[in-house]
T-cell receptor, first 108, second 119 residues
Framework: SSELTQDPAVSVALGQTVKITCQGD??????ASWYQQRPGQAPVFVIY???NRPSGIPDRFSGSSSGNTASLTISGAQAEDEADYYC???????????FGGGTKLTVL | QVQLQESGPGLVKPSETLSLTCTVS??????????WSWIRQPPGKGLEWIGY???????KHNPSLKSRVAISVDTSKNQFSLKLNSVTAADTAVYYC???????????WGQGMLITVSS
């Protein structure tokens, strides 16, 4: 089915590493892209493809993928990384796009 | 740098049609293999893909919205538009327009526009 599943909430201690996951069958055919959204702001594109960062995104953000699971890793989380994170991908059969439900990241 | 800006009425009455336009600047809507998309976010909830259009006019939309959605493009104005008919309070959301690319994702987003459905 065209669904992407994310854990609703994850926490990480300041300076530690956290992995946010996204699961769905459509990820077997297309990589996920990842978006950071702070309260009251539009989403920001942070990772795409196998492990690519758009210009301006800190290198502590990285991506990976295996089978039906995509992951966003933040190595050395900072206070400003506290935000909602969404994955997105494409259904190779229908061409429809799907967002995961989002993960609220708390930096302790 | 590509920029997108949503515009339209911020208040729509129940059962009427929501109409939004996204104006693209800093690049041509007709260039490349990009798709131009609408995404919404109800208050306190997650992102929902509404649909997209290529400059050729080919479109796809979220099947959950059934046949209520129409997306069109005006290459002469560098704009694309959304119409959502028979709206209810459940359609109240921040509506974003965005530029996407297959295998990449949504690199550019508009700032978003809150649309309230209320009488």
């Amino acid at each position: 089915s065209s669904e992407l599943t994310q854990d609703p909430a994850v926490s990480v201690a300041l300076g530690q590493t956290v992995k946010i996951t996204c699961q769905g069958d459509i990820l077997r055919n297309y990589y996920a892209s990842w978006y950071q959204q702070r309260p009251g702001q539009a989403p920001v594109f942070v990772i795409y493809g196998e492990d690519n960062r758009p210009s301006g995104i800190p290198d502590r953000f990285s991506g990976s993928s295996s089978g039906n699971t995509a992951s966003l890793t933040i190595s050395g989380a900072q206070a400003e990384d506290e935000a909602d994170y969404y994955c997105n991908s494409r259904d190779s059969i229908t061409g429809h796009l799907v967002f995961g439900g989002g993960t609220k990241l708390t930096v302790l | 740098q590509v920029q997108l800006q949503e515009s339209g009425p911020g208040l729509v009455k129940p059962s009427e049609t929501l109409s939004l336009t996204c104006t693209v600047s800093g690049g041509s809507i007709s260039s490349g293999s990009f798709y131009w998309s609408w995404i919404r976010q109800p208050p306190g909830k997650g992102l929902e893909w509404i649909g997209y259009i290529y400059y050729t006019g080919n479109t796809k939309h979220n099947p959950s919205l059934k046949s209520r959605v129409a997306i069109s493009v005006d290459t002469s104005k560098n704009q694309f538009s959304l119409k959502l008919n028979s709206v209810t309070a459940a359609d109240t959301a921040v509506y974003y327009c965005a530029r996407g690319e297959v295998g990449v994702g949504f690199e550019h987003w508009g700032q978003g526009m809150l649309i309230t459905v209320s009488s």
